[in-house]
């Protein structure tokens, strides 16, 4: 049997600020996974993925994204990416159309099929009515929406999300969560960080949680539950277990 | 709290953000900056002593009663003075209207908003006056140290100018409110701003060169045509000039006139403020009609990312304004140099240091917006194309732009005369060349909000953008008149250039 390809493949990755935000951390997630990122404020879940986005450069340590090594080629490791930060950056002076075009040109996505993709997903979003108001307008939840579209329109196989649900309301929550869920049935890699540990539990393959800059426990629910010998608890339960038991360490 | 006390302290509130926001324009919101801020102004104020003697010393001796052309130079150049302060008034209006985040907490307060807005509106009069006192404080201590303790009346003046200026930005601003709705309010406020700062000096030369042949705007105001059609020296419009000179009675109806009117405008405008900012916070700019295309732009990565840029300097409001400001002074040039068509005089070798200045101060403006106002910066970090060549892309957008500008006033030229035109050509693209690397070596990732704020996170590229464009300019003009002295300002200042990469933090 052809082993599965990993989507992503950090070893060793380390950054250091003032204190090491992140310490020589090793993580795997595999090609059409929902991999869900879970730890407390400062815990390096943001530097981690900014690093592996190409935003930040590690102090060591390797990112290989579908076996591209991403420090070494990063255009081509980019092409297969896209990157949505709980900040949406948006351009005021430009509808969401015309946003998504800009996106789509810079990942030189064929103009007939990025104009079909945009439109669905401005429907699907349910931006349709606003694709020709200028974004300065928008609340927040409709700049997450629009900066939402532009990471999907160029059809990424990796997508890394910092917080997506930051500022959406239940119904567009609920829209990104079913379009997230959508595009890993169709083989893409959705890899997200949460504080919501109910949308972590409900919707993740598999979960991580990092503390202190380290991944502390790695897997699926019920493996998270055996590894901790609690078998009939929440995950908001074991994620406080194992940061108290890492900070009692630390 | 009484609702005397609720104005006194929201007035109080209104004068600290005021001072905490130009404290912020003055340190780049760096903590520590506060002493060498308030140092630097004091030695900025007592260094603008010398311009102030060369400049107004001469007039500190002039006695009542003046003659016509003194008393329309100094008319002129009040009036002058309350039209920059009314562009600054507008420009502060706007500001409120759009860029503060308080709004929705004052109307949402227990408080009468007539009353709140009415402070607000006093405020704006203030800082508007506290600026004008700042900068008018050198010239008007020659004047007192060389004529007398009688020229302190001229603070007066400003002060009324200033109430005055206030007064007709609120009703200006509000009214277009009303007539043409939020969205365009913004874009031709700023425009307005522009073409009143600029626009009576401009008037003034366009009026000389055609009538002189110089940019002198004395030439206009001391002639026998302007004493003629001046009204006689009992009128009204004399006061003003009166005032400043010590003239207590006519300070007096000077700022009564202004707190009157004023207070006019205080007691109109107040009550519909509230409804006003409003409707800017409830109000999204639809794109024009027919944006709405069947199709997305065939193109390379770079092509997206310069159509990106050129879409949004179109569509910036600020740059729009200061663009204009540019292209209005080139105004006189370009009269000079289509007059000079019929005339043999050497005034044309002018317009080259005025067009190369131009073009240096447009381009670092238009650098700093593409280059380090990026609103997008990680999604175009993420993007699969190097950032050399996002680097790229964002500097040609510059260069194609100051060409598109530029470029009909050289041609222009080259009828006039070719060797000229060239110099004028090869200093155009030195200097904008020059601003935009002063800029990329001092980038720093910011909003394009932060334009107006820009020479905050670096004075250094600030002066050194400044220095530049003046050098080349005064290098283009040099070569035309005496090549020699152009070829030693040419090196000083690629030398002034060197430096600045050599001290930049990109090279460090």
């Known amino acids: ?250 | 709290m009484n609702s005397t006390t609720a104005l006194t302290w929201f007035a109080r509130h209104e004068l600290r953000l005021a001072w905490r926001e130009w404290l912020a324009m003055m340190t780049a919101g760096r903590k520590g900056r506060k002493r060498a801020a308030i140092i630097g102004l004091l030695v900025f104020a007592a260094v603008m002593h010398l311009p102030a003697y060369a400049v107004i010393g001469k007039f500190a001796d002039l006695q009542a009663p003046l003659d016509k052309p003194t008393l329309i130079v100094i008319t002129s150049t009040i009036f002058l003075a309350w039209a920059l302060m009314l562009s600054q008034a507008i420009e502060s209006v706007t500001r409120v209207f759009y860029a503060r985040a308080d709004l929705d907490l004052i109307m949402s307060s227990p408080v009468r908003l007539a009353n709140i807005f009415s402070v607000r509106i006093a405020a704006i009069a203030l800082s508007v006056i506290a600026m004008a006192l700042l900068l008018s404080t050198p010239f008007v201590d020659v004047l007192v140290i060389g004529g007398g303790v009688r020229w302190f009346a001229a603070f007066g003046v400003v002060g009324a100018i200033g109430l005055s200026a206030a007064a007709v930005a609120i009703a200006v601003t509000i009214v277009l409110f009303r007539l043409i709705g939020p969205s365009r309010t913004r874009l031709v406020a700023q425009i307005l701003a522009a073409i009143i700062g600029a626009g009576f000096v401009i008037a003034l030369q366009i009026a000389a060169i055609l009538s002189y042949g110089t940019l002198s705007r004395f030439a206009v105001l001391t002639s026998d045509a302007a004493a003629a059609f001046a009204p006689e020296l009992e009128s009204m419009v004399w006061w003003p000039a009166r005032a400043a000179l010590g003239d207590g009675e006519a300070l007096l109806c000077l700022v009564a006139g202004a707190l009157m009117l004023l207070g006019v405008v205080m007691a109109i405008f107040s009550p519909r403020f509230a409804d006003t900012a409003v409707s800017v916070s409830a109000h999204a700019a639809p794109a024009p009609e027919g944006s709405r295309r069947a199709a997305f732009r065939a193109g390379s990565r770079p092509q997206a990312l310069r159509w990106k840029e050129l879409l949004l300097l179109r569509r910036d409001p600020w740059l729009v304004s200061q663009t204009l400001m540019q292209l209005l002074y080139l105004v006189p040039p370009a009269v000079m140099l289509w007059r000079s068509f019929s005339d043999s005089s050497g005034a044309i070798v002018l317009v080259t240091p005025v067009i190369v200045m131009a073009a240096g101060q447009l381009a670092g403006g238009l650098a700093w917006l593409t280059i380090s106002g990026e609103d997008a910066a990680d999604l175009v970090a993420t993007a699969p194309l190097p950032a050399s060549r996002v680097i790229r892309a964002k500097i040609e957008v510059v260069l194609i732009v100051i060409g598109a500008i530029f470029a009909p006033m050289v041609l222009a030229l080259l009828f006039a005369s070719p060797l000229q035109a060239m110099v004028t050509a090869l200093a155009v693209a030195i200097a904008a060349a020059s601003a935009t690397a002063i800029q990329l070596w001092f980038r720093v990732q910011a909003k394009r909000s932060q334009f107006r704020r820009r020479q905050t996170s670096s004075r250094l590229a600030t002066f050194a953008e400044a220095f530049s464009s003046i050098g080349w300019a005064a290098t283009a003009a040099l070569t035309l008149a005496v090549p020699i002295a152009g070829l030693i300002t040419g090196l000083m200042t690629a030398a002034i250039v060197a430096a600045t990469w050599k001290i930049s933090p990109q090279r460090a």
């Not at chain 1, 404020?41 to 579908?66: E, H, I, Q, Y």
């Not at chain 1, 064929?110 to 200028?134: K, T």
Request: glycine share 8%.
């Open chain 1, 1 to 250: 049997m052809k082993p599965q390809q990993s989507a992503l493949q950090v070893r060793g990755l380390t950054k250091r600020f003032d204190r090491p935000a992140v310490d020589a951390l090793d993580l795997t997630v595999r090609s059409g996974e929902f991999y869900a990122l879970v730890g407390p404020n400062g815990a390096g879940k943001t530097t981690t993925l900014r690093m592996v986005a190409g935003l930040l450069r590690p102090d060591a340590g390797s990112v290989a994204v579908f076996d591209i090594d991403a420090l070494k080629d990063p255009v081509a490791a980019k092409q297969a990416m896209a990157w949505v930060s709980d900040e949406p950056m948006i351009y005021d002076k430009l509808t969401p159309l015309e946003y998504l075009e800009f996106v789509a040109g810079l990942w030189g996505i064929d103009p007939a099929v990025s104009r079909a993709s945009a439109h669905d997903l401005l429907v699907s979003l349910g931006l349709e009515p606003h694709c020709d108001e200028r974004c300065e307008g928008f609340s927040k939840g409709m700049r997450q929406k629009v900066a939402l579209a532009g990471a999907l329109v160029h059809d990424p196989r990796l997508i890394i999300l910092d917080e997506p649900l930051t500022g959406l309301d239940a119904v567009s929550a609920r829209h990104v969560k079913g379009l997230l869920g959508d595009r890993v049935r169709a083989g893409c890699t959705v890899i997200m960080t949460t504080h919501i540990l109910e949308v972590a539990e409900r919707m993740a393959d598999r979960i991580g949680v990092i503390a202190a800059g380290r991944l502390v426990a790695e897997g699926t629910l019920a493996e998270l539950r055996q590894q901790n010998g609690r078998t009939d608890t929440s995950l908001e339960d074991l994620f406080i277990a194992l940061v108290h038991s890492e900070a009692a360490a630390a």
